[in-house]
């Protein structure tokens, strides 16, 4: 079964040269003219599928496309063409950010990020202390998260995505921090989740995480595709590029 | 199907309204009182300054200020908040994919809460005033279509912020011309012009109901309820009709 399938899509954005979102300024500027704005394509005829039960990587330099293309495929931005079709439960954990506030006591985040992504109540209770579990958390359940480090801010996102029923995981950059043992955990848990028929995206800079953990690897840069197919074969010629 | 995404839309929305009600009252158990004492204050001053003037001639006139003052406070402080929405929102909106109309409906819900407080103030105001409450039992069936009405206007506000960044600053002055243009520490009765320019103000039509219900126990003319609906359906269309436009953009916006 496919999970993801995108053909042909491109992604433009568009710069104000001026600051002009104003109310005044906006009135002002139906008189002068339409002021100028630059075009930028972001994504430009991105074609690659995803099947059930694969791991598949996003490599390139920062700037390349990758998280735009993550956010076109979880319908947070708009595609301006091509298409793009998902089949089943989607979860994108993209910079780390999964709406956690931290304000609140990790108890209250748990509630609040797990109803984002669509769990029930009845669902968020009998989750709650398998998710505590796995980000390994159980002392901090009423501490708030200001309080947490970045890698403890990490491995909760990351626990409370997983058991979120995720068909489609899409996760940008989200082992960058943290430390080797919750990497391995993540990966163990990642290998279940495919098992089962998940489908995984992973956007890193961590090129050894990518190898062992992806079935294939698509290589963007400045919005193009440069290269799609196995991970040794690709990350071979963007090391080679690198140099 | 419909039932369980209604279901979802709820649940998400509760959720948002509660996490952003814990951030309000963030360490302060008092929090709640704060709800109380500005609609108490505005309340006194309003009362002292113009009970004895015109007040005078407005039966139960305590009443009738506090009434008007809530209501206002309602719509005001939610329509306020909903130009902050997106942009407050914005990692959230940047990383995931949820239905963003649940996170205004959140802000309803949240000032929903602060609401049911001051209707508790009216509550024993009645009881010291000896009204009978029995028309205070209505009051939450007005409160729905008031909150549906209130939750058109969050929609459109929110979505034109993004576009227009000192909106908020706009709306802080034309609610205050609409406070001021508003009976509610004076009745426009014999006020032909006052009169005619409130029928273009769906707050009137809110206010003078719930006064009708719940401090005179009539029942409000037919012609005031169709106004009443009428805001609410008009307000509902052009909220999602704005916000569905605009909505698919605001991830590039903020």
């Known amino acids: 079964m496919k999970r993801i399938i995108v053909n042909n899509l491109s992604k433009k954005f568009k710069i104000g040269i001026r600051a002009n979102r104003n109310a005044l300024s906006r009135f002002i500027s139906i008189f002068s003219g339409r002021e100028t704005k630059k075009e930028i394509l972001a994504l430009k005829n991105i074609s690659f599928e995803a099947e059930s039960g694969e791991v598949v990587g996003l490599i390139g330099k920062n700037g390349s496309g990758k998280s735009t293309l993550l956010r076109a495929i979880a319908r947070i931005y708009d595609k301006d063409g091509g298409e793009i079709i998902t089949n089943g439960n989607l979860i994108s954990i993209i910079n780390l950010n999964i709406g956690l506030r931290e304000r609140l006591t990790m108890r209250d985040n748990v509630s609040f990020c797990c109803s984002i992504f669509g769990l029930s109540v009845k669902q968020i209770r009998e989750r709650f202390n398998s998710i505590v579990e796995f980000a390994e958390l159980k002392d901090f359940v009423d501490t708030k998260l200001y309080q947490f480090s970045s890698g403890m801010l990490q491995r909760l996102a990351f626990s409370i995505a997983v058991h979120c029923n995720p068909d489609i995981l899409l996760l940008d950059e989200v082992f960058e921090v943290g430390d080797e043992s919750f990497k391995k955990k993540s990966a163990e848990k990642i290998k279940e989740l495919v098992a089962k028929g998940a489908s995984v995206l992973l956007v890193s800079h961590e090129l050894d995480m990518i190898k062992r953990h992806c079935n294939k690897i698509v290589w963007l840069d400045k919005g193009r595709i440069i290269m799609k197919g196995k991970s040794k074969d690709v990350i071979e010629k963007y090391i080679q590029d690198q140099l | ?254």
């Open chain 2, 1 to 254: 199907m419909a039932y369980q995404k209604l279901k979802t839309f709820f649940g998400l929305s509760w959720q948002l309204a509660k996490a952003d009600f814990k951030l309000r009252n963030e360490g302060s158990y008092l929090g709640i009182l704060w709800y109380l004492l500005n609609p108490l204050l505005m309340f006194g001053l309003l009362f002292l300054i113009f009970s004895t003037r015109v007040g005078q001639n407005i039966p139960y006139y305590p009443l009738y200020l506090l009434l008007g003052i809530i209501i206002f406070n309602f719509f005001q402080k939610t329509t306020l908040d909903s130009t902050n929405a997106i942009i407050r929102n914005r990692s959230i909106i940047k990383s995931i994919n949820f239905p963003r109309t649940s996170l205004v409906f959140s802000i309803v819900l949240k000032f929903l809460f602060s609401h049911v407080f001051e209707i508790f103030i009216l509550f024993i105001f009645c009881i010291l005033l000896k009204i009978p409450i029995l028309g205070l039992g209505f009051y939450p069936l007005i409160l729905i279509f008031f909150a549906l009405f209130i939750y058109g206007a969050c929609l459109f506000f929110s979505s034109l912020a993004v576009y227009f960044i000192d909106l908020e600053n706009i709306w802080i002055f034309v609610s205050l011309l609409i406070w001021l243009g508003t009976p509610i520490f004076y009745a426009i009765e014999n006020q032909s012009r006052l009169f005619t320019l409130n029928l273009f103000n769906p707050l009137y039509y809110f206010i003078t109901i719930s006064r009708e219900v719940v401090i005179y126990n009539k029942m409000p003319e037919l012609w005031m309820v169709f106004g009443m609906l009428g805001y609410t359906l008009l307000a509902l269309i052009i909220g999602f009709i704005v916000f569905g436009k605009l909505k698919n953009k605001f991830a590039e916006l903020i």
